[in-house]
């Protein structure tokens, strides 16, 4: 089984640059998620789809950050303008509706830096 | 506010001895927790969960003990080997794995974990 597809694993950008993330999904996960991951710190949630429809985005920086997950299946994140901040490992997951060990299964991630 | 917190950055452990790694929590309404354990390059991996119905979980070498009244979990690992080196990385929901919703998972900073030969 083919597990989550990211692209591109590493991109390098100037402040006030955007920047695009691509996830692809498990197939059959209805549910898929956006994390980032500051260095030394924990994933944290950006943003969580359900099919295409956007389940909890309560921590996403709306003002710079972006998803969209159109049909259902693949996800793209996007940033504009980037900040100095942004600079982190962007993971995507994926899981099951109904997952009984609530088991989420991650891409390898996007290491962004910005400069 | 962190409300999962791993004290311990990392840990050092000889191989076959028994690693202990720590957790605890603030959100009373956590209601499910796992561990993840992550390679460098690589997104992190599931490893075991417990829910809050109960106080012990075991798989192979791997065991997760919750202790509900102190708000703490923990992971044993035993023996431990030189392919378990990495950082695990504690997780928890305040949403059961069952219904229609997916909760939202927490995680901790993370330990990392040195096995050495």
């Known amino acids: 089984e083919a597990g989550v597809a990211q692209s591109p694993r590493y991109k390098i950008i100037e402040k006030r640059q955007s920047v695009a993330f691509w996830c692809n999904p498990i197939s059959g996960h209805a549910t898929l998620y956006w994390y980032q991951q500051i260095l030394g710190q924990g994933p944290k949630l950006l943003i969580q789809f359900q099919n295409n429809g956007v389940v909890d985005d309560s921590q996403l920086p709306k003002d710079r950050f972006s998803a969209e997950r159109l049909k259902g299946v693949d996800s793209t994140l996007k940033i504009q303008p980037a900040k100095l901040e942004d600079s982190a490992v962007y993971l995507c997951?994926?899981?099951?509706?109904?997952?009984?060990?609530?088991?989420?299964?991650f891409g390898p991630g996007t290491r962004l830096t910005v400069t | 506010d962190q409300q999962v917190k791993q004290n311990s950055p990392s840990l050092s452990v000889q191989e076959g001895r028994i690693s202990i790694l720590n957790c605890d929590y603030t959100n009373s309404m956590f209601d499910y927790f796992l561990w993840y354990k992550k390679y460098p390059a690589e997104g992190p991996t599931f490893l075991i969960s417990?829910?809050?119905?109960?106080d012990k979980n075991e798989d192979g070498r791997f065991t997760v003990f919750l202790n509900k009244s102190a708000k703490h979990l923990s992971l044993h690992i035993v023996p431990s080997q030189p392919g378990d080196s990495a950082v695990y990385f504690c997780?928890?929901?305040?949403?059961?794995?069952?219904?229609?919703?997916?909760?939202?998972?927490?995680f901790g900073k993370g330990t990392k974990l040195s096995v050495k030969p």
């Open positions: 997951a994926s899981s099951f509706i109904r997952q009984p060990t609530y088991e989420q299964y």
């Open positions: 997780a928890a929901s305040d949403i059961p794995p069952y219904g229609g919703s997916q909760g939202n998972l927490i």
């Open positions: 417990i829910s809050s119905i109960k």
